[in-house]
């Protein structure tokens, strides 16, 4: 007994690494959460309880094998820890970042089931892979046989990604084409800094490039370079291009100016963080500095946007949402975590009494009307007319829907409005000018859960634009299948061949 | 059929059973609850071993009974008290566990809390360990006798032989049914605590359904089945398993797992550290409060298992569970469609033995009676003592058939006064002559009383639970007492109180799982006082080897003029040390006092006629573990400041 180093939850407290105070932090774009030490990451890991269910495992998308790399990284073993956890997934220490691990295994944990506060496992799982790139540990792509069979992953993002990783791994020649200047996709370009640096990112694109697989920037397929081009070019072909198709409003004076796209906001802020120059950065369309702004929507997109525009220095932001706290889609640390910056949440509001329709699927989605202000002349948005909401029975999600609360509307003055209302699948079939790729009603391609294989051959598709908007670790998951399932079908094909 | 026409849930919720997990691996709050969930629908809750609180008794305030119906005994004789035996309608023999056949459990030090220590007769904070074997089970006899002895101290309850499923368990039934038990348990190894060690819970053990088709086939063979209840237990976690069952032959239903993941279990799987996260099986304050668990839920559990029961009796046109008992011909082998599953014939499961469709199931017939013994007369005889608690002395002569005497009276005794009662050490007072049968004084209750003239069998004050026992040579017999041996092996196997004062040698296994009962012999052979926990050993005589293995508790005084005792014991866990301290010196002095008082031992007089010389000669033993908690140091401060005082 006197060896047990694991089961300390019963004397040792949850703790999370340092959080910088809100002061502190909310004027950069550096991450929150400040590093683990080695002898607070060694005791936080000591105080899971090594189930013999894990449940942290069964609710990780990529069943990540945590009680096993906890004990390690308990008993100061760190890098076993790291070679333990990469196994199963290819970016820890992104998914240790970004995961929602309050929903995911952290939420599932059975000590903060049984009320002791959970295994902080996301801040472990960053803590032992940071460590591992200090330490020399990531080793270098370097499969042990070269194959000739090529394969073209178009979009750069989280799923792209993990196939690109792990069939270069088994010595498939792997090009990535992007339509952006920058790889990593929603990564890069999506989810701010605050909560993922963007040099962890780049550090994983230089290591693929430096593997060996190739990155084709700037190509929007269908524009500067068709589908049938790549097909051609490859054996097999994976589609990992996510959903960016911004879920919009049918509204009064919904193109004044000062009404924009979380998508464009988050984008053009992380693209000042990088270094870039943007125009409209400049010219203060998408700059929050100084303005009042409303952010419409309670998912994590939300969240960023809410908290970016503090970062940007706004004098005031409101984030509407028509449930309450309880019944919001977005991640409840998130919201805390807006909270302490300053953020104002308006529950339980939804902007304006609507005509019309929101586009494409939502049509269980916000009905939001955001009422200009009609001064003659100037079409830039003054104020977010907003009606007051009550929850009603849950619907068949279990989530209570908003009922209207007559007369009780009142106007929002605001600058700056910032749609985050979701997002959809783009038409790719169209857009790219493919026949026979069949989609889904919802306009996501229909690929098979197993083997993610598409109705053409070759042709695979994995991350949300299968699943609709989902989490990076999904696609992760689906990365990594489709590229064993990609890898099967192209031995096959050369085994069928050489017959 | 009409699901109205199966017989009812009420009913069909009397055949489970929640199998034994004891308090000490369970929280009291989980055990308690266990109990009287099983109690409200008339179903039957098991102790496990480890005693219970006599508290449990009394019914709680709003009514509940938390009261375990089935105790069990187990290798470690745990709490086993002559009160504890006669609190239920069932014992429990457990000899063998489904999730870790052939292993004993081990209860770590930090789960023993004040109430757990006391429950046992053990020490706060001092690993528990039971043994892998019953000390006085060697044989089918032995079982035998231990069933006899069962009987005699609770002439109500039916006993239970909890089997594991192996190969060969049928012989091994048709043994324990000829042995005179009422119920056999064929345990499967799919269930099992989570503190089982992972090589047992992964590669020991056999399926349920295999033991438990032996065990049915077999009985059946030998017209052996109908004396017997078959109960299963292992695995099962739907109603359709417990049909299967059913049709495989058990006509009662264990339920562990499953009732205690009702109560809140999450299958932490960490049973033996005390750091189950919701309070189910800890001993730790602060964890317990996170409890969530409720009687209710363990209530719904069970009729769930019953309603399904129903569902699929409907389906296949049974009105009653024991329509289908030992009804394997119902079953097919499911074709997998693979090779790798289906060269697998368990076509020998399914085989109705010839005669069988006439065997009557009967849950409700009396338990199989067995003889009377001198009891019966004793208990006539003492008819005033009974009644108006009369001290009285009787005298008979012994012969070696007359097995277990004094048990049947010591049940008597527990019912008339209690345990716990006022009466003087010899109120009742029973001399005998001549040679004694086995388990002469087992469970022996305070305010009785046995002297022996002659000599006794095996398993002399067997669980003695206050009484006392006195065993010496004929005035004219020729030999030795102090050469002779005059007791037989296994003696005051599991005894928690009382005294036996010997004028002889005993044989192997002296004072096994002795945890409070003081005594005095002249000498033993191997194995004395292994895993004991309490009371105090005083041996005038040569030991033999392994003396002490497992010790963890209480004292034993060994007179060792040649000094070859050490030769015979485990230095690692035990300490041995001259008597150094004027406490232990008079609690040893005042032993041999009453010894040589009651027995007349010349070997005792000698000794005491020159103790200021003869004290140097003994050796006191304790058990490593035990040191902090003495109250007393084994030295006196100045010559041993190693050894920290109280």
């Known amino acids: 007994m006197a060896t047990q180093k694991m089961l300390k939850f019963v004397t040792i407290g949850r703790e999370m690494p340092e959080k910088r105070d809100a002061a502190d932090r909310s004027h950069d774009f550096h991450e929150i959460y400040r590093e683990f030490a080695e002898a607070k ?44 956890s990469q196994e199963t997934n290819t970016f820890p220490e992104i998914c240790g970042r970004i995961c929602p691990q309050d929903r995911l295994c952290e939420g599932n944990c059975v000590i903060e089931q049984s009320g002791h506060g959970t295994v902080t496992i996301g801040a472990i799982e960053k803590y032992i892979t940071d460590t591992a790139w200090e330490q020399g540990w990531v080793r270098a792509i370097a499969p042990s046989v070269e194959r000739a069979e090529s394969i073209g992953i178009i979009g750069a993002g989280p799923g792209g990604l993990a196939a690109a990783d792990r069939l270069r791994r088994m010595g498939f020649q792997v090009t990535v084409y992007d339509r952006h200047d920058r790889a990593g996709g929603l990564l890069i370009y999506g989810i701010p800094g605050f909560k993922l640096e963007k040099d962890v990112v780049e550090r994983r694109n230089a290591h693929l490039a430096q593997g060996g697989v190739e990155f084709v920037l700037n190509q ?48 053009a802020s992380n693209k000042v963080d990088l270094g870039d120059e943007v125009p409209d950065f400049e010219d203060g369309e998408l700059n929050a500095q100084g ?52 953020v104002e949440f308006v529950w339980l509001s939804a902007p304006g009494a609507f005509a019309g329709h929101v586009t494409g699927e939502a049509a269980t989605a916000q009905e939001i009307d955001v009422d200009g202000d009609p001064r003659v002349g100037d079409p830039r948005v003054g104020s977010v007319r907003v009606h007051k909401m009550r929850l009603g029975a849950p619907d068949v999600s279990g989530r209570r829907s908003p009922e209207l609360i007559e007369g009780a509307d009142y106007d929002e003055p605001a600058d700056l409005v910032i749609k985050a209302l979701g997002f959809e699948p783009e038409e790719i079939p169209r857009l790219w000018g493919v026949d026979g790729l069949e989609v889904t009603r919802w306009g996501t391609i229909k690929a098979d859960f197993q083997t993610h294989a598409t109705s053409l051959p070759g042709v695979y598709a994995v991350g949300d634009i299968v699943r609709g908007a989902s989490l990076v670790v999904w696609a992760i998951r689906d990365g990594r299948e489709a590229a064993d399932s990609i890898a099967e079908y192209l031995t096959n094909a050369s085994r069928i061949a050489a017959e | 059929m009409p699901i109205e026409e199966v017989e009812s849930i009420t009913s069909i919720r009397k055949r489970f059973v929640t199998p034994g997990m004891s308090p000490g691996a ?57 009160e504890y035996l006669n609190a239920c309608e069932e014992l429990e023999i457990k000899v063998a566990q489904g999730a870790k056949p052939g292993e004993g459990g081990q209860l770590p030090g930090m789960k023993v809390t004040d109430l757990i220590a006391r429950l046992r007769h053990s020490t706060k904070g001092v690993t528990l360990i039971s043994p892998p074997p019953h000390h006085d089970i060697y044989s089918i006899e032995d079982l035998a006798q231990l069933i006899y002895d069962l009987k005699q101290i609770n002439p109500r309850a039916k006993i239970t032989v909890k089997l594991v499923a192996s190969s060969g368990v049928g012989t091994i039934a048709a043994g324990v049914a000829k042995a005179k038990a009422d119920i056999i348990l064929v345990s499967g190894h799919n269930g099992g605590t989570g503190a089982s060690p992972a090589t047992s819970i992964k590669f020991a053990g056999l399926p349920w359904e295999m033991g438990l088709t032996e065990a049915h086939q077999v009985l059946a063979m030998n017209k052996l089945r109908e004396r017997v209840t078959l109960r299963t237990d292992g695995g099962l976690r739907t109603g359709r398993d417990i049909v299967m069952a059913a049709m495989m032959g058990a006509e009662e239903y264990g339920i562990g797992t499953a009732a205690l993941i009702a109560m809140g279990c999450i299958m932490v799987r960490q049973c033996q550290s005390n750091t189950c996260p919701v309070g189910v099986c800890t001993q730790d304050e602060k964890l317990r409060a996170m409890f969530t668990g409720s009687a209710d839920k363990v209530v719904n559990l069970i009729t769930f298992y019953a309603t399904e029961v129903r569902e699929v009796l409907a389906s296949i046109g049974a009105r009653s569970l024991d329509e289908v008992i030992g009804r394997a011909d119902l079953l097919t082998q499911v074709s997998r469609g693979d090779k790798s599953l289906d060269d697998l014939d368990l076509n020998p499961l399914l085989i109705t033995v010839d005669g069988a469709d006439k065997i009557v199931y009967d849950r409700s017939k009396p338990r199989n009676a067995v003889m009377d013994t001198l009891d019966a007369e004793i208990i006539r005889d003492a008819e005033r003592f009974f ?45 005998l002559t001549g040679s004694a049968g086995q388990s002469l004084g087992a469970f022996a209750a305070p305010g009785l009383k046995i002297e022996v003239s002659g000599d006794a069998n095996d398993y002399v004050g067997k669980g003695l639970s206050g009484g006392t026992i006195t065993v010496r040579p004929p005035m004219d017999s020729p030999l030795v007492a102090a050469d002779n041996t005059i007791i037989g092996n296994t003696v005051l196997y599991g005894a928690t109180d009382g005294y036996l004062f010997a004028a002889g040698r005993a044989g192997e296994r002296f004072a096994v799982r002795n945890s409070g009962a003081k005594v005095v012999i002249e000498g033993c052979g191997t194995n004395g006082c292994e895993y004991m926990t309490g009371g105090v050993a005083v041996i005038l005589g040569r030991i033999g080897a392994n003396f002490g293995a497992g010790m963890t508790g209480g004292m034993a005084y060994l007179y060792d003029p040649d000094g070859i005792a050490p030769d015979y014991i485990n230095p690692e866990t035990l300490v041995t040390c001259p008597i150094g301290h004027a406490h232990w010196e008079a609690q040893l002095k005042e032993l041999i006092e009453t010894h040589v008082k009651e027995t007349g031992s010349l070997k005792g007089a000698e000794i005491l006629n020159h103790w200021e010389t003869e004290k140097a000669n003994f050796l006191q033993i304790c058990p490593t573990e035990m040191l902090a908690h003495l109250k007393y140091p084994l030295a006196d401060v100045a010559e041993n400041d190693a050894i920290p005082a109280e």
């Not at chain 1, 908290?307 to 949402?321: D, E, F, P």
């Not at chain 2, 105790?71 to 008290?81: D, I």
């Not at chain 2, 527990?414 to 006022?422: D, E, I, P, Q």
Request: with cysteine.
């Open chain 2, 387 to 431: 009644s108006d608690g009369e001290k009285m002395q009787l005298s008979y002569a012994v012969r070696n058939t007359l097995r277990t005497v004094g048990t049947r009276t010591s049940s008597m005794i527990v019912s008339t006064f209690g345990m716990r009662n006022k009466l003087q050490p010899d109120h009742l007072t029973v001399r």
């Open chain 1, 220 to 267: 929007n397929v269908g524009e500067d370079i068709s589908f049938d081009a790549i097909r051609g070019r490859h054996d097999a072909v994976l589609i990992a291009t996510g959903v960016y198709k911004t879920r919009d409003l049918d509204i009064d004076n919904a193109d004044a100016r000062g009404v924009v796209r979380a998508l464009d906001y988050l984008t």
């Open chain 1, 291 to 342: 303005k009042n702004v409303v952010v419409i929507g309670g998912g994590d997109t939300a969240m960023d946007c809410v908290r970016t525009a503090i970062r940007q220095g706004a004098t005031s932001v409101k984030c509407l949402y028509r449930r309450d706290r309880a019944n919001m889609p977005g991640s409840q640390r998130e919201v805390q975590n807006a909270e302490e910056e300053g």
């Open chain 1, 41 to 84: 990451a060694t005791e936080q890991a000591s105080r899971c309880s090594q189930c013999g269910v894990p449940y942290c495992q069964s609710h990780c998308p990529l069943h990540n094998n945590i009680p096993d790399w906890l004990h390690l990284t308990a008993e100061g073993r760190t890098e076993e820890a790291y070679l333990r």
């Open chain 2, 26 to 82: 369970l929280s009291p709050e989980a055990h308690m609850t266990l109990n009287i969930a099983m109690n409200r629908i008339g179903a039957k809750s098991d102790s496990g071993e480890g005693g219970e609180d006599p508290a449990h008794s009394h019914p709680l305030p709003n009514g509940d009974n938390p009261c375990a119906k089935i105790k069990q005994v187990a290798s470690g004789r745990f709490g086993v008290t002559a």
